[in-house]
T-cell receptor, first 115, second 114 residues
Framework: DTEVTQTPKHLVMGMTNKKSLKCEQHMGHRAMYWYKQKAKKPPELMFVYSYEKLSINESVPSRFSPECPNSSLLNLHLHALQPEDSALYLCASSQDSWGGDTEAFFGQGTRLTVV | AQTVTQSQPEMSVQEAETVTLSCTYD???????LFWYKQPPSRQMILVIR??????QNATENRFSVNFQKAAKSFSLKISDSQLGDTAMYFC???????????FGKGTRLSVIA
């Protein structure tokens, strides 16, 4: 199993809503990541978890709150988002802590629209 | 800081032909890794090929090969016998050694035409 599964695939939410994105992998990877990707742009790193601890937060606004309940699961809690937060949110995982010598596996993303 | 430049925003190629996507990067490091990722309309980022900077031999993966020129800091991707399924966004990425995230280029949108 070399899959990273993200749910939901699509999400529309109002600016006052609270929602969560979920990411799951069963490859035994110990590093997991959230990326944000706008149309026709490269992915932008948001958060890195290594061994279930947050190791990188790329100055992401507090309306995005990551959570890593265990080594297989990664959540992104959303609250009071703005329309400009509409984007594709990608989850990825890798065997060990992020480094150029390790392959990252990506999920298919959640297409988020904030109205 | 490392930077990655993909100078071709869009390219097209006829089916069965060969196409080369260019990528240059800037770094002061000596040990690092370079990647090409493919993102088709299905949205999933898929690793196409990887090159270790300490290896002089160019990486190949079936129809995909790279031309790695370390001194010139160039890392181009050649796709041979292009297929319709190769239509996608292609991102070049620089991976420092150690615990540092990838740096992505802006991407090249490749269209394979029947």
């Amino acid at each position: 199993d070399t899959e990273v599964t993200q749910t939901p695939k699509h999400l529309v939410m109002g600016m006052t809503n609270k929602k969560s994105l979920k990411c799951e992998q069963h490859m035994g990877h110990r590093a997991m990541y959230w990326y944000k990707q706008k149309a026709k742009k490269p992915p932008e790193l948001m958060f890195v978890y290594s061994y279930e601890k947050l190791s990188i937060n790329e100055s992401v606004p507090s309306r995005f709150s990551p959570e890593c309940p265990n080594s297989s699961l990664l959540n992104l809690h959303l609250h009071a988002l703005q329309p400009e937060d509409s984007a594709l949110y990608l989850c990825a995982s890798s065997q060990d802590s992020w480094g150029g010598d390790t392959e990252a596996f990506f999920g298919q993303g959640t297409r988020l629209t904030v109205v | 800081a490392q930077t990655v430049t993909q100078s071709q925003p869009e390219m097209s190629v006829q089916e069965a032909e060969t196409v080369t996507l260019s990528c240059t990067y800037d770094t002061s490091e000596n040990n690092y890794y370079l990647f090409w990722y493919k993102q088709p309309p299905s949205r999933q980022m898929i690793l196409v090929i990887r090159q270790e900077a300490y290896k002089q031999q160019n990486a190949t993966e079936n129809r995909f090969s790279v031309n790695f020129q370390k001194a010139a800091k160039s890392f181009s991707l050649k796709i041979s016998d292009s297929q319709l399924g190769d239509t996608a966004m292609y991102f070049c990425a620089f991976g420092p050694s150690g615990n540092t995230p990838l740096v992505f280029g802006k991407g090249t949108r490749l269209s394979v035409i029947a």
